[in-house]
């Protein structure tokens, strides 16, 4: 899908994140906080697993990162940016706190989001519609675990392509989109959530929990999942008039650096390169 590529920092009237999974070495906080630096919106939605409760009760890891992205969070509530969280099953210890509200920001089990030009979005973490989640927790935990071994074989695999000039390439992606029953449990996944919106009368869904980003129709209704911010680093976000557009971080990041390496080889040429400017280009 193309990302969307404003011209200049952009201002949108809902910003939707899920799965940041805080608290665990796989987050990609230092390019969220790039994001949200360079995108502004006056609503922000979280959409569950902001924080992973698993990871963190089997060993603690938060670095200063981590800290920065709440204080980043927090600082946009008190600037008066309304801020929704719905919590996951990983972060899920803040369904107890449902109903009330801290620094600005208050917690439901879901939302429903009124789009500027009238369509009624049911939001969602998702897990409530996960079979495995809901009555083999033990399992989820198990293939919680195998995530976090792939991502470290992704890790070393990755480092060995740089080697030879590789580009990122994502292990547990690939898989997502090419082993038989990862493809067939996101479709089902898919339908059941896309059911549920149609049961409540909605216009579509926006959801995540299955880090696996996508804006779609399915059964006759939107299909919107936010991704995540360990892999695919990917957003929803809502333009003024209404339009909903799913922001590829993660790419617009790598062609910002591809970017930046043909400049500097012109420059040590001595042409003068031709470059397109972005105010809202990701950092280097």
Same mark, same amino acid.
Request: hydrophobic letters at 35%; aromatic letters at 10%; glycine letters at 10%.
């Given at each position: 899908?193309?990302?969307?590529?404003?011209?200049?920092?952009?201002?949108? &009237?809902?910003?939707?994140?899920?799965?940041?999974?805080?608290?665990?070495?796989?987050?990609?906080?230092?390019?969220?906080?790039?994001?949200?630096?360079r995108h502004d919106a006056d609503r922000i939605v979280l959409v569950g697993d902001i924080f992973d409760g698993w990871r963190l009760r089997r060993g603690w890891h938060w670095p200063q990162s981590h800290n920065n992205v709440i204080e980043a969070l927090l600082a946009k509530?008190?600037?008066?940016?309304?801020?929704?969280?719905?919590?996951?099953?990983?972060?899920?210890?803040?369904?107890?706190?449902?109903?009330?509200?801290?620094?600005?920001?208050?917690?439901?089990?879901?939302?429903?989001?009124?789009?500027?030009?009238?369509?009624?979005?049911?939001?969602?973490?998702?897990?409530?519609?996960?079979?495995?989640?809901?009555?083999?927790?033990?399992?989820?935990?198990?293939?919680?675990?195998?995530?976090?071994?792939?991502?470290?074989?992704?890790?070393?695999?990755?480092?060995? &392509?740089?080697?030879?000039?590789?580009?990122?390439?994502?292990?547990?992606?690939?898989?997502?989109?090419?082993?038989?029953?990862?493809?067939?449990?996101?479709?089902?996944?898919?339908?059941?959530?896309?059911?549920?919106?149609?049961?409540?009368?909605?216009?579509?869904?926006?959801?995540?929990?299955?880090?696996?980003?996508?804006?779609?129709?399915?059964?006759?209704?939107?299909?919107?999942?936010?991704?995540?911010?360990?892999?695919?680093?990917?957003?929803?976000?809502?333009?003024?008039?209404?339009?909903?557009?799913?922001?590829?971080?993660?790419?617009?990041? &790598?062609?910002a650096n591809h970017r930046r390496k043909l400049k500097a080889k012109a420059t040590e040429r001595g042409a003068a390169p031709h470059e397109k400017t972005?105010?809202?280009?990701?950092?280097?």
């Open positions: 899908m193309t990302p969307d590529v404003p011209s200049r920092r952009p201002r949108y &009237r809902t910003l939707f994140l899920s799965d940041i999974h805080l608290g665990t070495r796989g987050c990609q906080a230092d390019m969220l906080l790039d994001f949200l630096r509530a008190h600037a008066g940016v309304p801020i929704t969280y719905i919590p996951g099953n990983h972060d899920e210890i803040m369904r107890n706190y449902v109903g009330t509200h801290f620094g600005g920001i208050e917690v439901k089990i879901t939302h429903e989001h009124l789009t500027a030009d009238g369509r009624r979005f049911l939001v969602t973490h998702g897990d409530q519609y996960d079979v495995v989640v809901v009555n083999a927790k033990w399992l989820a935990h198990l293939g919680d675990r195998a995530y976090k071994f792939v991502l470290g074989a992704n890790t070393w695999l990755n480092r060995v &392509r740089r080697l030879w000039g590789g580009q990122y390439w994502s292990l547990s992606n690939w898989a997502k989109q090419t082993v038989k029953r990862a493809v067939n449990f996101i479709g089902e996944y898919e339908s059941v959530l896309a059911d549920e919106a149609v049961r409540g009368g909605y216009d579509g869904i926006i959801c995540g929990h299955i880090h696996k980003a996508e804006l779609t129709q399915v059964g006759g209704v939107e299909y919107l999942n936010c991704g995540d911010w360990v892999e695919s680093c990917t957003a929803i976000v809502e333009r003024p008039d209404g339009t909903l557009k799913l922001i590829d971080w993660a790419r617009k990041t &790598r062609q972005e105010d809202s280009e990701p950092a280097a």
